[in-house]
C-alpha cells in the first residue's frame, strides 16, 4: 500500500450532476489545501469526483458477469469463472484504486470543519461529508466483498506514516465501520426531493445510503448464514430495516412508462424502457443510484459503449442462466407443462413464448430491432456464440453512432424489494403473503401479459403470484423462487456472482459445463449462416461453450480472493495471504 497512499494536490475535475449535464471544471492551475477548501462549493466540486467511481458500463464492468457461469466471453473463458486464476502480481484496478479513492474521501472528511469555522453552513458541508463517508463505505465493500478484511485507514497518510503498514481489519471491524459511514450519510444527506429542488440530480440521497446498506447488510447477513459464522441475524435484520425505510419513505416507485416502438405501433413496456433513454431523469423514480452520462448525445458528460460489449463483443449469455425463466403459469421449466423443449421443428424466436416476459426484454430473439441501417439478424455466429445476445441498454440509433448516454442504474427499488423479501424469509425461514405482494408481485404486476396462443389465436394471462399456497401446491422451495425472481429481475446487472458467493452456491454451479441455445435448424440459413463444423454441441444439441472438464471451483479457496503480491511483499508478516491462495 506504501506505492499508493502519498500526498497529492487537490485538483478534481467536478462533473455536474445535474439535468443540463454541464461540466464544470476545476482551475487548471494546482490548488493548495491553503486556498481550496474555502466554501461549500468547493465541497461540492471536490464531491463530485467519487461520482466517477461509481461502476458503469465500461468494458471492465460489465465483464463482471463473466465470473460465474451467468456470461461467457467471446474469448472463450474467464479464469475467475473456471478457476483457474492465479494470484496477481499486483492490483492497480481494484486494490489500489479503492485506496486511491478512500484518500481522498479521508481529506474531504479531514477538510470540511475548516469550511465551516470560514461561515460555511454546517448543514450542507454535513451533506457532502455524508456523499465523501457514503463512497468511502462504498470503496471499502468492494474490497470487502473480494478480500474480507482490509487496512482500514480513515484518515489521510502520508508514504512515511505508520498506518500504511497496518495489518488487515477482521470482517466484524470491517463491516461496522462500513455501517458507520452509511448511518451518518443517512443521517446528514439529503433527500432526492431536495436534490430535485436543487437542481442536483444524481446526487446520493437518504434513499440511496439506506438502500446500499440494504444491500451491505443482506451481503453480510446471508454469506454468515450460508457459510457458517458470525451473527447473521443481526445483518439480515439491518438489511430488513433499511429496505423498509426505503419503502416506507414513498421516495421511490417501480417505473411503470411504456413507449412507442420503432414503427409507433409497437409498445415498449416499462421494464425495457428502464435500460432506454426513455427510463433516465427525473420520471423514473425507481433509479435510486444512477451512473448519469447525459441527457442526449448533444448534451452528454460521458458516454458508453454497451451495446457492443453485451451483443458479444464481451459477454453473452449461457443457457445456464436462462434456465432460470418461469413459465407463463408461474412454474419451472422443470415442472411446467407447457414447457417444451427446443427441437428442430422450433425457431429460436419461439423458444422465448411462453416465458416470464423478461426473457425478451433480456436477450435479443430473432426479429428484434438491433441496428439502425441494413439487415442482420441475431444471433450471429461470430458475436453471439452462445445464441443469447444481452438487449439490455440495446439501442439501434445508438449503435450507429458507437456510443451512448443512457443511464447505469447502479441500485434501483427492485433491489430494495426483493433485499427486503429475501432478509424476511432469511431472517425465519418463512414469508408472508403480504410481503410477497409488497416485493416479490409487486415486480411481476408491472409486466405485461404473456401471449400463451398463437399470432392467429393469443390468448393472453398474467404471470402468476408467488405465494405460500402456490409454493405448496407445487412443492417448490420458497427460498429457490425468492432467488430465482432476484436472478431474472437483476439480470446482467454485476450482481449475480456475488449472489452465488453470498448463497455458497458458487462451488455446485461454477463447475458445471456452459452451455448456449439449442443449436436451431435456422441458424444454418442466411443471411448469416452458423458453421456446423465449427460449433460443438452436446448430447442435447446444445452449444458447447466450455466443458465440465476445464470448469473448477475451490470451496476452501475461491469464496476469497487472492490478495496482490505485491501488498504481502511491501508489509512482509503483516499482511496475510487468504487460505490456499
Known amino acids: 500500500m506504501k506505492k499508493i497512499i502519498f500526498n497529492i494536490s487537490i485538483l478534481f475535475l467536478g462533473l455536474s450532476m445535474s439535468l443540463s449535464c454541464s461540466v464544470d471544471r476545476m482551475p487548471e492551475a494546482t490548488l493548495t489545501d491553503q486556498f481550496f477548501w474555502e466554501t461549500p462549493e468547493n465541497l461540492r466540486l471536490a464531491a463530485n469526483f467519487f461520482y466517477t467511481g461509481l461502476p458503469g458500463l465500461s468494458s471492465e464492468d460489465v465483464t463482471q458477469d463473466n465470473w460465474s457461469s451467468d456470461g461467457f466471453p467471446i474469448s472463450g473463458n474467464n479464469t475467475i469463472s473456471d478457476g483457474s486464476r492465479v494470484a496477481p502480481a499486483q492490483d492497480t484496478l481494484n486494490y489500489r ?8 474521501a479521508n481529506k474531504l472528511i479531514e477538510m470540511a470543519p475548516q469550511v465551516i469555522s470560514r461561515g460555511g453552513s454546517e448543514t450542507l458541508v454535513n451533506s457532502y461529508v455524508g456523499e465523501a463517508r457514503f463512497f468511502r463505505a462504498l470503496f471499502y465493500f468492494d474490497m470487502f466483498c473480494r478480500y474480507g478484511g482490509v487496512p482500514l485507514i480513515d484518515r489521510t497518510v502520508d508514504e512515511d506514516d505508520p498506518a500504511i503498514f497496518l495489518a488487515r481489519s477482521s470482517r466484524e471491524e470491517l463491516i461496522n465501520f462500513i455501517y458507520a459511514d452509511l448511518d451518518y450519510a443517512i443521517q446528514h444527506l439529503r433527500t432526492i426531493d431536495e436534490l430535485t429542488a436543487a437542481q442536483e440530480y444524481g446526487r446520493i440521497s437518504v434513499s440511496g445510503a439506506l438502500a446500499f446498506k440494504s444491500r451491505v447488510a443482506l451481503f453480510e447477513g446471508t454469506r454468515a448464514k450460508f457459510h457458517g459464522y458470525g451473527d447473521y441475524r443481526r445483518h439480515l435484520t439491518l438489511a430488513a430495516d433499511a429496505a423498509r425505510q426505503v419503502i416506507e419513505s414513498g421516495a421511490h416507485s417501480l417505473f411503470s412508462q411504456p413507449s412507442s416502438g420503432a414503427n409507433g405501433q409497437r409498445l415498449n413496456p ?5 435500460f432506454q433513454l426513455v427510463g433516465n431523469g427525473l420520471n423514473n423514480r425507481e433509479n435510486i443510484i444512477i451512473r448519469g452520462y447525459g441527457a442526449s448525445l448533444e448534451n452528454l458528460v460521458s458516454w458508453h459503449i454497451a451495446q457492443r460489449y453485451y451483443e458479444g463483443l464481451q459477454i453473452v449469455a449461457t443457457q445456464n442462466f436462462v434456465n432460470n425463466y418461469l413459465m407463463a403459469d408461474g412454474l419451472p421449466i422443470g415442472k411446467s407443462p407447457m414447457y417444451r423443449a427446443p427441437n428442430e421443428q422450433m425457431t429460436h424466436a419461439q423458444y422465448f413464448e411462453g416465458k416470464d ?24 455466429p461470430n458475436n453471439q456464440r452462445s445464441g443469447f445476445a444481452i438487449r439490455k441498454y440495446a439501442d439501434p440509433q445508438a449503435w450507429a453512432f458507437q456510443r451512448s448516454v443512457i443511464d447505469r442504474p447502479v441500485l434501483r427499488y427492485a433491489e430494495v424489494l426483493l433485499n427486503y423479501a429475501e432478509a424476511k424469509f432469511e431472517l425465519e425461514e418463512a414469508i408472508a403473503d403480504a410481503d410477497l405482494d409488497q416485493t416479490i408481485n409487486a415486480l411481476r404486476a408491472r409486466l405485461p401479459q404473456i401471449n400463451t396462443g398463437t399470432a392467429v389465436a393469443p390468448n393472453y394471462t398474467d404471470l402468476p403470484k408467488l405465494s405460500n399456497a402456490f409454493v405448496g401446491a407445487h412443492s417448490l422451495s420458497m427460498r429457490e423462487e425468492i432467488r430465482r425472481e432476484r436472478r431474472v429481475e437483476l439480470a446482467f446487472e454485476m450482481l449475480g456472482y456475488w449472489d452465488f458467493i453470498r448463497w455458497k452456491t458458487a462451488e455446485v454451479e461454477f463447475p458445471k459445463a456452459l452451455v448456449g441455445s439449442y443449436f436451431f435448424t435456422e441458424y444454418r440459413t442466411a443471411p448469416q449462416p452458423w458453421n456446423p463444423q465449427n460449433t460443438v454441441v452436446d448430447q442435447n444439441n446444445h452449444i458447447v461453450l466450455q466443458p465440465s472438464s476445464v470448469r473448477n471451483f475451490n470451496p476452501e479457496r475461491d469464496y476469497l480472493w487472492p490478495l496482490p503480491l505485491d501488498e504481502l511483499a511491501n508489509n512482509p508478516g503483516v499482511i496475510q495471504q487468504n487460505p490456499n491462495w
Open 97 to 104: 484504486r479503492n485506496y486511491y479513492n478512500i484518500y481522498q
Open 270 to 274: 416499462a421494464y425495457y424502457n428502464l
Open 357 to 380: 416476459p423478461r426473457m425478451s426484454f433480456t436477450f435479443f430473439k430473432r426479429g428484434d430491432a438491433f441496428i439502425a441501417s441494413g439487415p442482420f439478424v441475431l444471433p450471429h
